[in-house]
DNA sequence: GATGAATGAGCTTTCATTCAT
DNA sequence: AATGAATGAAAGCTCATTCAT
């Protein structure tokens, strides 16, 4: 799982199964015994990037604080984990794009993002998005996060500045002024 | 380059060269007649996707309105091209995660998106965003205006009041409040 | 001619029908008008350069003299020739190993070279190849003088003293001491 | 290899992959296993065609004998080997004249051919090729013997008296009368 | 006669997957 | 379970040749 991380964020999608193996330490045809087919396994590499992702993000959450303060803890645990791991976010990144990513690992991957689902909906309770279909929200907060994070890997002297900056325009979305 | 859109939206990056050829109705060998790489092909389709996506926005521009009257209608015209192209939409989203489009192509399009930076420029004055980078909020409205397609693209329903919800979200966060 | 001359000496064998008629100033399909296939053309070329070796080799020969003082002016000549045209040189030195160079080529290369195949005849009378085949003399001749131009090419200092060390060579081999 | 030298010497350096694959008895795929490209292939095959020339033509040397002795041995040798080698003859002519074989591989070849260049240098002792460069008195001996070599394929008739009268024709260019 | 776009067979190379060991 | 050689179906690209203009 590391190994494909490593090899799909360095080659993209097109990293053969022959260089996950080997960047693995194991023979090719072993690769082949946990994963009946390389869909397989980036269906399950995708699953679990984005289930740590999300969990990460809840580490030591403020259970009693108000919407905001939980939003901007996971907020800022997120892009943390994203600078952090830049490997795991740009691997991430490819097998959002792919085809091959089913929507049942979508739908697991919601399941994982179900607090964070919760959190969402609370957060903007009486605000503008009150309506909109909640996977919208959910979709609308996950690419401005993204796309700050591309942002802040390519910039990271104005890391700090940047985070804060989206997350109130995120909460401008969300929750309006 | 029609047939290319067709083909790369439909199969994604991964269109073979002679599935384009076919779906133009011309043979394998005439297509790199054209284009000397497949990498030229995708590089010359993406700047003509992007580049009329951009022009379309700007048709039956308010010349004299006000910033916000100006975005609402390059968003709407945005949104109006996206529905009726879905097949243009699904090429350029394929084309914009790619390897092989470099950064000149990336260059000529920022170009082609002179005017709605300048647009973005004004929008933005005296609010929230005023002192971030413009390449960050013309990202950032871009990942916005993106999410907003998927979704409508998925639920034609309620295409009308989402395009207008997420516009509002939109001049939140370039303009605050 | 001179195009394909200069094709295949740069690109070799491969050299595509496309830049010999870039090389030629003409058009892709003109060249066809020409030369039914490409074999055609290689064949020509092959026929004239060595047809226009074998007479430059019997320009200016002393007609009174010997066969040694003879031999030796087409020898000088020859080497005169390859290194003042190493372009004609070098596409002769692939032509040569050319699978579609046919034998009727090769024959009428012979018959040009029949001026040199007479001074031959005439040079190994009385020695130790008297009695080998002819034709053998003369193709050991001549990898012999191409083997030496090879060399002078490689190593332009030397060309002088290298160019008569193989002359006396040769003449030891079709004369003997 | 030998499935390469079989189909090199029939169809020439433009033998495909595929069809040198299948006198292997193997898949397509399976060649590039062993082979990076269709490159390393061919210098290996004549790395290695060239060294078994080599050494064929050393076995048995006399060891002690005069060097015309040595020489009259490792030329017999070599023709025996190149007329009941058809085919690796032709498949060596044919790789020396191509692009693809590398300085590395001629160098490899030229160790291999040291012994000879040993017994060269030796056999021009005193003679009138003692201030030639070895490497050209080296390829002048080795275009006679393919030329001879050549002729002798061609009529195998003659093949003893020839291969003494070529044998004696070089004798005589290497150490004179 | 000259053109050059069009052709499609053919090339080398890659790679997910299989399977005997 | 682990291996890695073997596979063969693609893929992108080239090029001699044709032919309508």
Redesign the interface.
């Known amino acids: 799982m590391a190994a494909a991380t490593r090899a799909v964020a360095s080659q ?1 999608l097109g990293a053969s199964t022959a260089s996950i193996a080997k960047e693995a330490g194991v023979s090719n045809g072993s690769l082949f015994v946990y994963f009946d087919t390389k869909a397989t396994l980036l269906n399950e590499l995708f699953v679990s990037l984005k289930t740590e992702m999300a969990q990460t993000s809840l580490i030591g959450l403020p259970v009693e604080g108000e919407p905001r303060e939980q939003m901007l803890h996971v907020w800022t645990q997120w892009m943390r984990w994203a600078v952090a791991s830049p490997d795991k976010r740009r691997a991430v ?2 097998l959002l ?1 792919s ?1 091959d990513i089913t929507a049942a690992s979508h739908e697991l991957v919601n399941i994982a993002f179900g607090a964070m689902a919760d959190l969402l909906e609370r957060s903007r309770a009486g605000g ?2 009150q ?3 909640l ?2 929200v959910l ?2 907060t996950n ?2 996060a ?3 994070i ?2 802040v890997i390519r ?1 990271p002297a ?1 890391a700090e500045s ?1 985070t804060r ?2 997350f ?2 995120t909460w ?2 969300i929750a ?2």
């Open positions: 993209g990144a490819q794009v085809d503008p998005m309506n909109a279909p996977s919208f979709t609308l690419s401005i993204e796309t700050t591309d942002t910039e104005d940047l900056l989206a109130d325009a401008r979305v309006g002024a």
